[in-house]
Nanobody
Framework: QVQLVESGGGLVQPGGSLRLSCAAS????????MAWYRQVPGKQRELVAA???????NYADSVKGRFTISRDNAQNRAYLQMNSLTPEDTAVYYC??????????????????WGQGTLVTVSL
């Protein structure tokens, strides 16, 4: 099986920074895309940033210029550097890995995986 574990969430004051990390584990051969989503109660989960295996990125308009997504393909990790945080960034942040090729014991399989989420709270 493949698992994603996020870390780095917490409480930060407005204007502050946080760095989220996502680690994928399992018999992984490759991961196509990695992304960060966020969700607040009562709203749909939204894409924050995504990065392809080749390094191309895309961001939600609301975080452009403030957030930076990166990945370490060798370590199957992704990161989200969040700067100039505002209370509107408060949410549970989820890591997503798409197009994960892994060895299941009976052959290679492809799936999409979500992490359990990490809470980011921006408040005084």
């Amino acid at each position: 099986q493949v698992q994603l574990v996020e870390s780095g969430g917490g409480l930060v004051q407005p204007g502050g920074s946080l760095r989220l990390s996502c680690a994928a584990s399992g018999s992984i051969f490759s991961i196509n895309s990695m992304a960060w989503y966020r969700q607040v109660p009562g709203k749909q989960r939204e894409l924050v940033a995504a990065i392809a295996s080749g390094g191309s990125t895309n961001y939600a308009d609301s975080v452009k210029g403030r957030f930076t997504i990166s990945r370490d393909n060798a370590q199957n990790r992704a990161y989200l550097q969040m700067n100039s945080l505002t209370p509107e960034d408060t949410a549970v942040y989820y890591c997503n890995a798409g197009g994960v090729i892994y060895y299941s014991g009976s052959g290679y399989r492809r799936l999409e995986v979500w992490g359990q989420g990490t809470l980011v709270t921006v408040s005084l």
